[in-house]
């Protein structure tokens, strides 16, 4: 229990070590109230590397481009829907790396959950 109030960052879902040490240091500087605010704000925007793999079969198999849509790339969908996942080449490069997609993702949202948080007292 004493571990999960020290970091409660380790109850995220598919968490891994270096999103856990991106997490960290990124909340070094903040006081007790801001970093509850940026954990808030944060657990809510964030995707897991699970769900991103659920986006990206979804995306190969029905929707091309829907892995892209719920990551924000609005241009990188479009695209992909109009190709046909470019072929069907990017939508399974997506899938192969999905864990990098949702730590690219992940690392927008922090760094925007710090912005805020940083915002508040």
Known sequence: MDT????????????TP???AFLQQAT??????QQKYFYMNYTSKRKSPQDML??????????PGLQRFMT?????GILYLFTAGLCLVGSIIDLVNHKDLAMEYNKKMAFESHQLSKMTN
């Open 28 to 33: 070094a500087e903040l006081t007790e109230n």
């Open 4 to 15: 999960f109030q020290n970091n409660p960052y380790m109850g995220l879902p598919g968490i």
């Open 54 to 63: 659920i986006f990206c079969i979804v995306g190969l198999c029905l929707v």
């Open 72 to 76: 924000g790339q609005v241009g990188m």
């Open 18 to 20: 270096e999103e856990l």
